[in-house]
T-cell receptor
Framework: GAVVSQHPSWVICKSGTSVKIECRSL??????MFWYRQFPKQSLMLMAT?????????EQGVEKDKFLINHASLTLSTLTVTSAHPEDSSFYIC????FGSGSWNEQFFGPGTRLTVL | SQQGEEDPQALSIQEGENATMNCSYK?????LQWYRQNSGRGLVHLIL?????REKHSGRLRVTLDTSKKSSSLLITASRAADTASYFC???????????FGTGTRLQVTL
């Protein structure tokens, strides 16, 4: 199946700093990627839909100025958490569809990035 | 919130037993999928069932879907310790659309 990677796998930062998380589709092109956030022992909540070459679509309640998403190429989307605070500590996961595989309904997920803000 | 509900929240069984977890959702769907997540890891796709299907099998997995009740169940037969993980259902409303995840079931399989 298609492979999605994330970098870094974990990051610790000080409050007030910005953190960038990369999501890459390794063997396919992804015009659309999704960013999720998951708090401990909870489910995944969709934050935004990242569209290559255009602005991201954010879910209700997600601050677009705090969570900057850039989908600069067909294989890379980045999520930048600006001025991070301890409440932003979470597990961030990206996903993408591989239309080239003929499977239009299966999202392939990255391994996730654990962010801890001190 | 449009998030689906899953029950039980947690399930502990012994190796060899069957595990059943249920998912209920709120809106009409196109597909329902089940994913597994090992602790602190990404999601692994298990099985997809379309809205016009009622049952689907894959190895030790059996999924049912009842669109009239807006519910689905996942049965894992002859469970193994390696099945220990969290299981999530997820629904979509169209091809390549965003997923809405259920609250998840944490399965513990003991030897």
């Amino acid at each position: 199946g298609a492979v999605v990677s994330q970098h870094p796998s974990w990051v610790i930062c000080k409050s007030g700093t910005s953190v960038k998380i990369e999501c890459r589709s390794l063997d396919f092109q992804a015009t659309t990627m999704f960013w999720y956030r998951q708090f401990p022992k909870q489910s995944l909540m969709l934050m935004a839909t990242s569209n290559e070459g255009s602005k991201a679509t954010y879910e209700q309640g997600v601050e677009k100025d705090k969570f900057l998403i850039n989908h600069a190429s067909l294989t890379l989307s980045t999520l930048t958490v600006t001025s991070a605070h301890p409440e932003d500590s979470s597990f961030y996961i990206c996903s993408a569809y591989d239309f080239g595989s003929g499977s239009w309904n299966e999202q392939f997920f990255g391994p996730g990035t654990r962010l801890t803000v001190l | 919130s449009q998030q689906g509900e899953e029950d039980p929240q947690a399930l502990s069984i012994q190796e060899g037993e069957n595990a059943t977890m249920n998912c209920s959702y709120k809106t009409s769907i196109n597909n329902l999928q089940w994913y597994r997540q090992n602790s602190g890891r990404g999601l692994v796709h298990l099985i997809l069932i379309r809205s016009n299907e009622r049952e689907k099998h894959s190895g030790r997995l059996r999924v049912t879907l009842d669109t009239s009740k807006k519910s689905s169940s996942l049965l894992i037969t002859a469970s193994r310790a390696a099945d220990t993980a969290s299981y999530f259902c997820a629904t979509d409303t169209g091809t390549a659309s965003k997923l809405t995840f259920g609250t998840g079931t944490r399965l513990q399989v003991t030897l």
